[in-house]
């Protein structure tokens, strides 16, 4: 799986394509449920922590 390269719309899994209960919680709930989506969201949170010189928060 790889993350959309251009992530428009919220409602769905930018890296499974699935659609989501809702934009905020059903992501968070959506890669809680789904340990191939939380791995490359959390790949990709990394990357972008270390992209970021104070790091980021998110």
Do not use: I, K
Request: one cysteine or more.
């Amino acid at each position: 799986m790889a993350a959309s390269a251009t992530w428009t719309d919220p409602n769905t899994c930018p890296f499974c394509g699935t659609e989501l209960r809702s934009p905020g919680n059903g992501f968070v709930s959506h890669l809680d449920e789904n340990p191939d989506c939380n791995a490359e969201f959390e790949e990709w949170r990394s990357a972008v922590s270390d992209d970021m010189t104070a790091g980021w928060s998110g």
